[in-house]
């Protein structure tokens, strides 16, 4: 006999895989708790870093000195930020909106992922609190039936059985998982913030020249 099947019931998983379901889309709306579960493909990626991104933003800062800020414009940029900016700067757009914008950006991004740690959090929380239910559910089964012996032990292993699922997917998933895309969010949100000067910079030097190249 396979060891673990001991520590499977199907009645204790689903009180509290069920319930933890139930309970996030309650919570949350269902494309937020789909981005939650695609945000698990990021875990084992290591913290990001702008330095690319720094880079290119000199690049584009010695083309637009030698050809003018139009010629930014068939620059390919991958980074949505700095493509967000780069097109205010061709179009002549103000330093100080060409800042808006970054830091908007920047603060949605920032929101999104704190959203996606919500639910994770939420589960994390939520778990234990079906592993007692299933508990609860396991002992009153278990009390109504003392006279059969049949019934004992099943309702013993939903019992017992809840409570570890609900310590195990809070403790040992959901809460490591939430304090990981925590930390990734923190550090891309520190990282995001070396894009602001330099291309505040670029901005407020190059508007003259497209505001008379115009």
């Not at 673990?4 to 204790?12: K, R």
């Not at 939650?36 to 800062?61: F, H, N, T, Y």
């Not at 083309?63 to 700067?89: C, E, N, Q, T, Y």
């Not at 990734?184 to 910079?201: C, G, I, K, Q």
């Amino acid at each position: 006999m396979n060891p673990l099947a001991t520590f499977a019931d199907p009645v204790a998983a689903a009180i509290v895989l069920g319930g933890v379901a139930v309970a996030s889309l309650v919570r949350f709306p269902s494309a937020l708790l789909l981005r939650a579960v695609g945000a698990l493909r990021v875990l084992a990626r290591r913290a990001p870093r702008m330095d690319v991104e720094v880079e290119q933003i000199a690049a584009l800062a010695r083309i637009a000195r030698k050809h003018g800020p139009m010629a930014l414009d068939r620059s390919v940029i991958d980074d949505p930020d700095v493509s967000l900016a780069v097109r205010m700067i061709v179009d002549a757009d103000p330093a100080e909106a060409v800042q808006a914008a970054i830091v908007r950006a920047r603060e949605a991004r920032i929101e999104r992922h704190l959203a996606v740690v919500e639910v994770w959090s939420s589960i994390a929380e939520a778990a234990p609190a079906f592993g007692l239910i299933g508990t609860i559910v396991g002992l009153v089964r278990m009390f109504t039936a003392m006279q059969d012996p049949s019934v004992i032990g099943p309702a013993m292993a939903v019992a017992l059985l809840a409570t570890l699922y609900g310590a195990v997917i809070g403790n040992l998933i959901a809460q490591p998982i939430a304090g990981r895309l925590r930390r990734l969010a923190r550090v891309e949100a520190f990282e995001r913030e070396r894009l602001e000067a330099p291309l505040v910079a670029l901005a407020r030097r190059e508007r003259p020249r497209a505001s008379v190249a115009a």
